[in-house]
């Protein structure tokens, strides 16, 4: 594919996002499972206790930094549809994708009034702008979304931006190194500090907006005062997430680096369609191998990543 059909394509998928949103982060039980049964899970009691504690979650502020980053899953149907397209492109060709759909954070208005009563809707609002850091934070896109965070003008969807980014934060803390939070913390001071810059002589102004074309026109000033309160919360999880970093590294059998590494595999076959059966090998060759005591069971863990490798290649090569 070439490059300028790919830049095309991704516009439209994210000008769709922008109207109807599909980023979500969903309990792991249901968020591993295809739309028949996830919505099972989510009326099942479990499920119903599982989004009920995620609606706490996110009525916190600053947002709590879970330890445990398996209790609930990123999923978006328009994230998938943007990893295809990554994936159609030649290796030296992806970057550019990435730093293509990054370019939406710095192009007005990157919102739209809100066709659904979806979570993360603001103020009758919603936007592309939650996936579009969620693909580049996955995809090699990190470096390029912290940069144009520190140097983007504010603007009204910066809101549902720095929503998203909490809620990555809160749920899934790895998706960022010890390092790279130092520097997130800075860019989005930064930003902070240019919603401020653009509050004075603009008091804050209660959450009813004007029609789209007036608020387009130039800054609301309840945007750019929600801007410092989500960025304040924000530079405070950073601060969390690096200490539970320096916690994994000190603490006997955790290393969060590997557990990274692993749950990517895990994502990238789930989304390729490979079956249950090959995760499952995969997990328990990793439970024999934290808990190994013998050699016995070191050689246990290295069948079931034979069995793994073997299995992979039958699936792939039909």
Partial sequence: ????????????????????????????????????????????????????????????????????????????????????????LKDSARPALVQHVLSRIHTPPACASAQTTHHSAWCGLTSELPLVIEFAARNGGKEGLMRLLGEVDPILAHVLLLRQLEEMISLDFALFTSEEYTRLSWTVQFLTQSAQRKLKGHPPQPAVFKPLSQIFAGPAASAMQEIVVIGGAIQQQCRKARYLYVKGELEEGL???????????????????????????LNEAERLYQGAATAFELKACMGHIRSFLENLHKEVMP
């Fill in 1 to 88: 594919m070439e490059l300028g059909e790919a830049f095309d394509k991704a516009n439209q998928i994210l000008d769709e996002e922008r109207s109807f949103p599909t980023v979500d982060y969903l309990p792991a039980e249901a968020a591993n499972k295809g739309d028949h049964l996830a919505v099972q899970f989510l009326t099942s009691v479990a499920g119903a206790l599982a989004q009920t504690q995620l609606q706490r979650y996110r009525e916190e502020r600053p947002r709590q930094v879970l330890e445990n980053r398996r209790l609930y899953r990123f999923r978006s149907s328009n994230y998938n549809l943007l990893h295809a397209l990554l994936s159609r």
């Fill in 255 to 281: 290393n969060l680096e590997v557990n990274q590494d692993k749950d990517t595999v895990e994502s990238y076959l789930r989304g390729c369609g490979f079956s249950d059966a090959l995760v499952a090998a």
